[in-house]
Each structure stands twice: as structure tokens, then as C-alpha cells.
């Protein structure tokens, strides 16, 4: 069965430092991997992807993830947090061998402060 | 329209009442999903439809909800009866068929039920 755990419920970072936030994942077959951001009464924003290719991803607002098969993980990093980066984050899988719709993490909250 | 688009975007009702949410994917999308978001729970899938084929329902967690999508475009979810635990905010997506592609998400419905 597939699934995602995001084992941090909260982050906080000070703004200028780095951040990361954890994601693993189990699937039968080969991962697509996701990352969505949300702020407060809004619907989910697609910041980065992975389905095949060099592991480090790069995707929007400076947010980049690294592809670890070994690990099954797919963290989320920034170099530098910002303000405004203060939300909350899922990450999601979906098998390419099984099912049709992602599977999320409960998600993270992001918290950077200045 | 240029994203997804969700209606109502609150909605209201009383124990027992039926509800209809309605979702307008982006246009050329050819699949559609609903997801539930509930308090501390992550995002739970609920149906997807993908074309002329027969939806997935395997996420609806009872014989209450139900979903359609007439003319491969607009859908509605139904829920029947509505119970207090049914209060969440219902996430509809869209994007091109499945496998990688990203989905797109509307800004959700958030139903309460007292």
C-alpha cells in the first residue's frame, strides 16, 4: 500500500536559515513525487516534482528536494528561509504500478520567524 | 476561467440536510479528483475521473456521498444526510489524465455541519 509520512508536525526556522522539512513515502512500484504548499484559506499550491531524472529538483520560490531511493525520502529544502515561507507544506506520492489520486502526508507547519 | 473554481466556498447546513459542492476544472483537463481535508488529518481522496471512463470511488468513505461529471467537465459531490463529522473543507483538482502530471487545486468548500 502506498503512504507518506511527514514525521515533523511543526518547523521553525529563523528567517536566513536554512530549512528542511522530512517526507518519506512506501510504494510497490516507482514513486511520482510531490510537494504542494497551502496558506491559510487556500487551496493547495504545487511547488516542486519528481518522477524520473536527477534527484535534486528544483521547483518555485527557491525551493528545492532531493530524490533519496535508498531512504525512500524526498525532503524539502530551502538555503535561505523567508517570512513568507511561514506555511504549510505536503508532500505526496503516487505508485506508477497502483491507483489513480495522490496520497498526502498529514502535512508540516512551517514557521519562520525574523 | 484560469484555475480551479469552487463553489460555495462556505457552506452551512444543518444535521441531516443534503449538500451539493461544485467543482469547475480548468478547461482540458480530462481528470478530476475530490479530497477531503479534515482538522489534523492531511487530505484524504475521496473519487477521480478520468474522461469517459468509469470513476474510482474508492476514497468515499460512505453510501452518502456520491459524485458525478456531466459532459467531462463540471463535477458535483453530493453528500446525503450530512453528519457533524462530515465538516472539512472539500478540495476538488484537476489535470491532464494522471501518472505525473500536476494537479491543480481549487480554493476548497468549507462545509459545517451543526
Request: glycine share 10%.
Amino acid at each position: 500500500a502506498q503512504s507518506v509520512a511527514q514525521p515533523e508536525d511543526q518547523v521553525n526556522v529563523a528567517e536566513g536559515n536554512p530549512l528542511t522539512v522530512k517526507c518519506t513515502y512506501s510504494v510497490s512500484g516507482n514513486p511520482y513525487l510531490f510537494w504542494y504548499v497551502q496558506y491559510p484559506n487556500r487551496g493547495l499550491q504545487f511547488l516542486l516534482k519528481y518522477i524520473t531524472g536527477d534527484n535534486l529538483v528544483k521547483g518555485s520560490y527557491g525551493f528545492e528536494a532531493e530524490f533519496n531511493k535508498s531512504q525512500t525520502s524526498f525532503h524539502l529544502k530551502k538555503p535561505s528561509a523567508l517570512v513568507s515561507d511561514s506555511a504549510l507544506y505536503f508532500c505526496a506520492v503516487r505508485d506508477d504500478q497502483a491507483g489513480t489520486a495522490l496520497i498526502f502526508g498529514k502535512g508540516t507547519t512551517l514557521s519562520v520567524s525574523s | 476561467g484560469a484555475g480551479v473554481s469552487q463553489s460555495p466556498s462556505n457552506k452551512v447546513t444543518e444535521k441531516g440536510k443534503d449538500v451539493e459542492l461544485r467543482c469547475d476544472p480548468i478547461s482540458g483537463h480530462t481528470a478530476l479528483y475530490w479530497y477531503r481535508q479534515s482538522l489534523g488529518q492531511g487530505l484524504e481522496f475521496l473519487i477521480y475521473f478520468q474522461g469517459n471512463s468509469a470513476p474510482d470511488k474508492s476514497g468515499l468513505p460512505s453510501d452518502r456521498f456520491s459524485a458525478e461529471r456531466t459532459g467531462g467537465s463540471v463535477s458535483t459531490l453530493t453528500i446525503q444526510r450530512t453528519q457533524q463529522e462530515d465538516s472539512a473543507v472539500y478540495l476538488c483538482a484537476s489535470s491532464y489524465r494522471t501518472g505525473g502530471n500536476i494537479q491543480y487545486f481549487g480554493a476548497g468548500t468549507r462545509l459545517s455541519v451543526l
